[in-house]
């Protein structure tokens, strides 16, 4: 899976090279920080026992500048959020976030990064941000092609701005630094004097390499502690889609003869410990304050298991429902069912009755999964089920909306329509049918349709349906066992509907 903002770093020329077979497969999934997390099997790879440091915030195309030329504002790196620009010089390029699981460390720029009309003094910048649980003297281990400047918290701490061009060798340049307690910030210019053409024989020329991490002694015995992260200093209010994702409908809650609960496995498949952070919004809150938030730091290959989430994890002891944020790594690391998916964040909400337990795996949705246009769910029941709206938003701040819903299908004469007024935050509203004044039709193929008619902050909204077995208020029991239904459109709208 390649993130939508790298998709729309690469040439198309790039593209159909891969395809061709002209750019190795393998080298392009390197340069996009694409490569699959090593795993605990065996023995540690490099990565992992030397704890090289390979998740940045890089731009994927060269700039075209020397290593003495500035023009991003080298000053001025501050260690901003991804899908910003990354400092602010007038050819500052925004930054996107990736993680290299080269066994050696080792990041790559290829030739056909550089500049579509030029092949020499090309520059790309590397910007991360690591955390250490106290102050300490450490070394810094570097390796790098050619030229390059490393910055740490601002600071100088190793260049080669001379000589010539020069192939990789791991670990060769070092330097004593300080580290603060805390996060703090890694910033490297690699520049290159030549890079290309594809068809050059030499192999320093076409694949450029940097690599970091930092030891402890002159031994180099690895700093085995630090704490990785993407976009710490961000939230779901900033532009940094590609690290966050949103799980709605977690709850403790008391239900039709049952009780809601939602647990929730996180795991992590990286070679350092990885901070994550997650904020829980309880229905009605839009006041950008979370009711409850959490940083979690979870060491290399452990799952970190929270049954009854709101309370075992947020410390919610209160009834409550709402949704959830997580940050600070990549998003399609959480997902499942999808291409590249790793599967590392599970959430699941069980419904307890007497009868058993019932539960259905929550979605994980991305910020591309919102919307600020109108959407419809196909197939809504009603009768033996009850069908429940729910809707909130990415951004939290402020988000207010109103809506109108229209409910049609083979089994409802006439289109049924209502407006929502002054929704804020997480809304949900239970049994659309009865609602909307069509509590005893009796059906499992009807359509809703629905439009946002006001969205002030422009933040993008996530829709969905729970359909449940049962519909107490209508005399039929059941399990209240949920599937989620997520958003479709229409081509058209339909002539009913004109």
């Known amino acids: ?18 395809l061709r077979g002209d750019i190795p497969a393998e080298r392009f999934a390197a340069s996009l920080g694409l ?14 026992a030397k704890q090289f440091i390979t998740h940045w915030l890089d731009h994927y195309l060269c700039l075209g500048a020397g290593i003495d030329e500035d023009y991003v504002g080298e000053t001025s790196i501050n260690g901003r959020c991804s899908g910003r620009k990354m400092s602010d010089g007038p050819s500052a390029p925004f930054l996107n976030s990736s993680y290299t699981a080269d066994p050696s460390g080792a990041v790559l720029t290829g030739y056909w990064q550089a500049q579509l009309v030029r092949m020499s003094n090309l520059s790309r910048y590397f910007v991360t941000w690591v955390k250490s649980p106290t102050a300490r003297s450490a070394r810094v281990w570097f390796g790098a092609s050619d030229y390059f400047k490393l910055w740490i918290n601002g600071t100088l701490a190793l260049s080669r701005t001379s000589g010539g ?143 009854d989430a709101l309370q075992t994890l947020f410390e919610i002891t209160a009834s409550a429902k709402g949704y959830v944020t997580i940050m600070q790594q990549l998003y399609f690391r959480w997902l499942s069912y999808a291409p590249s998916a790793h599967g590392w964040l599970q959430v699941r909400t069980f419904n307890l009755t007497d009868g058993g337990t019932f539960g259905t795996l929550n979605p994980i949705l991305l910020q591309f999964s919102g919307t600020s246009s109108p959407v419809t769910f196909f197939a809504l029941r009603n009768g033996a089920y009850r069908s429940n709206l729910t809707l909130f938003p990415a951004a939290n701040a402020g988000a207010t909306t109103n809506i109108r819903l229209t ?50 902050t422009g933040t993008l909204w996530f829709p969905y349906v729970t359909i ?28 009913i509907l004109n």
């Open 1 to 18: 899976m390649i993130p939508p903002q790298r998709l729309a770093e690469i040439p198309a020329s790039v593209i159909e090279a891969v």
């Open 407 to 456: 409910l049609f299908g083979p089994d409802i004469a006439v289109p049924l329509v209502k407006e929502y007024l002054g929704i804020n935050g997480f809304w949900q509203l239970n049994n659309v049918f009865d609602s909307l004044g069509a509590g005893s039709v009796n059906t499992d193929s009807a359509t809703l349709y629905l439009e946002l008619l006001e969205n002030p």
């Open 35 to 48: 490569a699959q997390p090593v795993t605990a099997m065996g023995a540690p790879s490099e990565l992992q």
């Open 165 to 307: 061009s020069k192939g990789f060798t791991v670990d060769e340049y070092k330097a004593n630094v300080t580290l603060a307690r805390g996060w703090n910030l890694i910033a490297v210019k690699h520049s290159f004097p030549q890079l290309g053409p594809a068809s050059d024989p030499n192999e320093d020329n076409k694949y450029k390499f940097f690599s970091l991490r930092f030891v402890s002694d002159d031994a180099g015995t690895p700093i085995i502690d630090l704490v990785a992260a993407f976009d710490y200093n961000c939230t779901e209010a900033d532009t940094s889609v590609g690290t966050q994702a949103w799980v709605p409908n977690v709850a403790h809650l008391p239900g039709y003869s049952s009780l809601w609960r939602s647990d929730i496995y996180l795991f992590n498949g990286t070679h350092m410990k990885w901070s994550h952070r997650l904020r829980f919004y309880k229905e009605g809150n839009n006041s950008g304050i979370p009711d409850a938030e959490k940083y979690l730091e979870i060491a290399p290959f452990q799952t970190l298991t929270f049954p």
């Open 468 to 495: 449940m077995d049962g519909n107490p208020k209508y005399g039929v029991t059941g399990t209240s066992d949920p599937v989620f239904l997520t958003p479709g459109y229409l081509s058209l709208l339909p002539p």
